[in-house]
């Protein structure tokens, strides 16, 4: 089975919204904002990319990248890699024609079909609704956490608070950086 992982810089009280400055949010760019940029701390983003063989998103998180991406050097092997987007209103003519082969698929029990097929790692960022609801169905095997040393209180939220039983995580690598980021590197315990 193909391993999912989940990706996210999230605030140690677990919100993830406007990491990046997208307007609309008082803390957009928190990642960024009063936060000493410390380029080791984001190695793992790099090896991350070089390893996926395919993006997951959710119609939301398409709608910030798809626009953006294609065009970034940084992003360049994601550019080569299938796209999956999980909606159940967009539709093929709603995608970018610069990204490559993008699928779009329509519910969780298709997200678990690609999972099943041949092929390497599958990464999502971001795409906090999404994420929430994989990690409830069982999904997600793997984190990729940039936990950042702020509490910002109202935001969207990785995980759910769902009334479920615990998930035992696996702490399988880690490291703090001098700017209280911490990587935190979690195999969920199926
Ligand atoms: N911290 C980080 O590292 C990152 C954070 N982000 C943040 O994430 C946020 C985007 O996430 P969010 O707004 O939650 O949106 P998502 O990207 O999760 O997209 C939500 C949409 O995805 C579709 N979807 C989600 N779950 C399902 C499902 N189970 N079945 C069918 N369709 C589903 C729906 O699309 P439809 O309505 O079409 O049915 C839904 O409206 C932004 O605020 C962005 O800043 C983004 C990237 C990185
Ligand atoms: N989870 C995650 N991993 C990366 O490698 C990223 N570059 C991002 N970026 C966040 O997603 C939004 C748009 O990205 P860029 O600004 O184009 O990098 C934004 O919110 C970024 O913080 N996320």
Same mark, same amino acid.
């Given at each position: 089975?193909?391993?999912l992982? +989940?990706?996210?810089?999230? +605030? $140690?009280?677990?919100v993830v919204?406007?990491?990046?400055?997208?307007?609309? %949010?008082?803390?957009?760019?928190? @990642?960024?904002k009063?936060?000493?940029?410390?380029?080791? #701390? %984001?190695?793992? *983003?790099?090896r991350?990319?070089?390893?996926?063989?395919?993006? $997951?998103?959710?119609?939301?998180? %398409? /709608?910030?990248f798809s626009?953006v991406?294609?065009?970034?050097?940084?992003?360049?092997?994601?550019?080569?890699?299938?796209?999956?987007?999980v909606?159940?209103?967009?539709t093929?003519?709603?995608?970018?024609?610069?990204?490559?082969?993008?699928?779009?698929?329509?519910?969780? !029990?298709?997200?678990?079909?690609l999972?099943?097929?041949?092929?390497? +790692?599958?990464?999502?960022?971001?795409s906090a609704?999404?994420?929430? +609801? =994989?990690? !409830?169905?069982? =999904?997600?095997?793997?984190y990729?956490? $940039?936990v950042?040393?702020?509490?910002?209180?109202?935001?969207?939220? =990785?995980?759910?608070? @769902?009334?479920?039983?615990?998930?035992? $995580?696996?702490?399988? /690598?880690?490291? #703090?950086?001098?700017?209280?980021?911490? *990587?935190?590197?979690?195999?969920?315990?199926?």
């Amino acid at each position: 089975m193909r391993t999912l992982i +989940s990706s996210a810089f999230v +605030s $140690l009280d677990g919100v993830v919204e406007a990491p990046g400055g997208e307007p609309g %949010y008082r803390n957009a760019g928190w @990642t960024f904002k009063d936060i000493e940029f410390v380029p080791e #701390a %984001y190695e793992i *983003k790099g090896r991350e990319q070089e390893e996926s063989t395919a993006i $997951l998103m959710g119609r939301l998180s %398409y /709608e910030v990248f798809s626009p953006v991406w294609p065009d970034r050097e940084e992003f360049a092997h994601y550019k080569t890699i299938p796209k999956y987007v999980v909606s159940t209103t967009l539709t093929d003519k709603d995608l970018v024609s610069n990204w490559g082969e993008t699928t779009i698929l329509r519910s969780l !029990d298709e997200v678990a079909a690609l999972k099943e097929t041949k092929g390497g +790692s599958i990464i999502i960022h971001g795409s906090a609704t999404l994420n929430r +609801s =994989l990690s !409830d169905a069982g =999904l997600i095997d793997r984190y990729h956490l $940039l936990v950042f040393p702020l509490l910002l209180g109202a935001g969207k939220r =990785l995980f759910s608070n @769902t009334d479920k039983d615990a998930q035992k $995580l696996k702490l399988v /690598e880690y490291q #703090a950086f001098s700017n209280g980021v911490q *990587k935190n590197v979690f195999d969920v315990v199926h």
